[in-house]
């Protein structure tokens, strides 16, 4: 099971955190990832992190977003810098595990000019 928090109301040029806590399974086994998903458009990737804790991220992310994870807590973390109108989506976190893949429910992020 995933669960998504830290989503909400911020500025444009602002900042947030979101977490994704874990339970069932072991995040540091798999490469897991945050993926988004904007009103009216496809769910996207942002980026992942593989067990041997190198980072993916797709380019529109890269240098203002960071994928993170807190093993003790079992913890997926993606902290976003620099946010725009544009960033406004559900965003979700994904772990393929050998048990099958898990999409948490989303946390909404709304960004304001």
């Known amino acids: 099971q995933l669960v998504e928090s830290g989503g909400g109301l911020v500025q444009a040029g602002g900042s947030l955190k979101l977490s994704c806590a874990a339970s069932g399974f072991t995040f540091d086994d798999y490469a897991i990832a945050w993926f988004r998903q904007a009103p009216g458009k496809e769910r996207e990737g942002v980026a992942q992190?593989?067990?041997?804790?190198?980072?993916i991220y797709a380019d529109s992310f890269e240098g203002r977003f960071t994928i993170s994870r807190d093993g003790a807590k079992n913890t997926l973390y993606l902290q976003m810098n620099n946010l725009t109108p544009e960033d406004t989506a559900v965003y979700y976190c994904?772990?393929?595990?050998?048990?099958?893949?898990?999409w948490g429910p989303g946390t909404q992020v709304t960004v304001v000019s």
């Open positions: 992190l593989r067990p041997s804790g190198g980072t």
């Open positions: 994904n772990a393929p595990t050998n048990r099958g893949t898990y």
